[in-house]
């Protein structure tokens, strides 16, 4: 048998190519800039050939490493979809679903009695992502995802497309009623959404604003945290209708302005390649679909 190289040199060699980073795959794997650098030094001295080509402000694949890269990341695909189907054999019904913390807790989690009550037999795991809005082919079956850059290899079934538009708490906006003008929020802290870092520049450009969109007043890595913050006095949010009914209705937030502009990227329903021909995939895309067709602001 071939001797292979350490693991963890692998999986470290792997993240960085995918980021083109060293700085993000020490974030991803929780570990320091400084110790992604040994692993690949240590990774490329025992292949005897260079995988990066280091610049002074990024780093590029060589050609070797152009090479390794895709079959390294298919062979951690693999192992990982091996580790949920061993992790299955006692539920093998079971379907994990992958979803942004704010769709969760706003949306999904209170329509699963729903779920329960018309499919009793598929139990779900729901796996909350923050910041990632890539689809974690590793570790779910089926995830309710953004898709702004498709990725090869991956299933995506449409569900609907979001309209953002800016919301504040009842405080703020009853202070002085100075929110007359689109111009006026710029008077106070935007708050921003770290996955989506040029919304706010989109919307006042819509809203026919022309000038530089200051610095954010914070950035949050939800919008659920985002319009916490908003409710809380702390600034101006962007945010969809699904996240913010409630709290409109109830009235924790106001919208001042009825302009609104697209969402980037589109929701869907994304799996693996071939996963979509899934009995338990089919069934929760098809109540999915319902409840979405349910809903009068879920196309808003």
Same mark, same amino acid.
């Given at each position: ?34 110790? @992604? ?11 005897? @050939? ?19 890269? %895709? ?9 990982? +979809? ?25 949306w999904l989690i209170p329509r699963f009695p729903r ?7 598929? !139990? ?20 309710? @995802? ?15 497309? $979001? ?25 106070? %802290? ?6 989506? %870092? $040029? ?16 610095? !954010? ?51 869907c329903l994304a799996c693996v390649d071939g996963m979509?021909?899934?009995?338990? @995939?089919? +069934? ?12 009068p602001d879920a196309a808003s």
């Amino acid at each position: 048998m071939i001797k292979l190289p350490p693991l963890n040199a692998l999986r470290t060699f792997e993240a960085a190519a995918r980021h083109l980073s060293f700085r993000r795959a020490a974030e991803e794997l929780n570990v320091t800039h400084s110790a @992604v650098s040994h692993q690949i030094r240590a990774l490329e001295e025992t292949l005897d @050939v260079q995988l990066f080509d280091r610049r002074p402000r990024n780093v590029a694949l060589t050609a070797a490493g152009e090479i390794f890269s %895709p079959i390294l990341k298919d062979a951690f695909e693999r192992i990982g +979809r091996g580790v949920q189907l061993v992790k299955s054999i006692d539920e093998p019904n079971v379907l994990s679903v992958q979803v942004y913390v704010t769709m969760a807790l706003r949306w999904l989690i209170p329509r699963f009695p729903r779920f329960r009550r018309e499919h009793p037999d598929i !139990p779900i795991r729901l796996n909350t992502s923050y910041m990632d809005w890539a689809f974690d082919r590793e570790h779910v079956d089926v995830g309710i @995802v953004i898709a702004g850059h498709p990725e090869p290899g991956i299933h995506y079934d449409h569900l609907f497309d $979001a309209q953002i538009f800016p919301v504040c708490g009842s405080a703020l906006h009853d202070d002085g009623g100075t929110l007359n003008r689109p111009e006026d929020l710029l008077r106070y %802290p935007l708050l921003h959404i770290h996955p989506a %870092p $040029a919304d706010w520049e989109r919307w006042f450009r819509a809203a026919g604003v022309r000038t530089r969109v200051p610095p !954010p007043g914070a950035t949050y890595d939800s919008f659920i945290l985002a319009l916490e913050a908003a409710m809380g006095g702390q600034g101006i949010a962007l945010t969809n209708i699904m996240f913010a009914r409630e709290d409109l209705k109830a009235g924790r937030l106001i919208k001042p302005f009825d302009i609104s502009v697209p969402q980037h990227g589109t929701w869907c329903l994304a799996c693996v390649d071939g996963m979509q021909t899934d009995a338990r @995939v089919i +069934r929760f895309r098809e109540w999915l679909v319902n409840e979405l067709a349910d809903d009068p602001d879920a196309a808003s």
